[in-house]
């Protein structure tokens, strides 16, 4: 059974900083892409950003610049690193890992960011 954990949300202020943690049960290598995907009130999850199992990094656009997907594979965690946040980045985050065709969640985690 594979298990996703996020933390590191939270309140901040436009302009400020939120790292979040996704921490797998079990090595990341096992799945060959990771990223994290947001949900704000009353719209559909959209796609964040995205590492695959070599490292390649893909963002949206909206995020590009601001945002940085990072891992640490002895920790089994991936990051995404939130630089000058934005109220419009309110929203709750979800970490997901796909292996084979099958898409793993995380419980998600709210980042609510004050103008």
């Known amino acids: 059974q594979v298990q996703l954990v996020e933390s590191g949300g939270g309140l901040v202020q436009a302009g400020g900083s939120l790292r979040l943690s996704c921490v797998a049960s079990?090595?990341?290598?096992?799945?060959?892409?990771m990223g994290w995907h947001r949900q704000a009130p009353g719209k559909q999850r959209e796609l964040v950003g995205t590492?695959?199992?070599?490292?390649?990094?893909d963002y949206v656009d909206s995020v590009k610049g601001r945002f940085t997907i990072s891992r640490d594979i002895p920790k089994n965690t991936i990051y995404l690193q939130m630089n000058n946040l934005k109220p419009e980045d309110t929203a709750v985050y979800y970490c997901?890992?796909?292996?084979?065709?099958?898409?793993?969640w995380g419980q998600g985690t709210q980042v609510t960011v004050s103008s």
């Open positions: 997901n890992a796909r292996r084979g065709t099958t898409d793993f």
């Open positions: 079990g090595s990341i290598f096992q799945f060959h892409v």
């Open positions: 590492i695959t199992g070599g490292g390649m990094l």
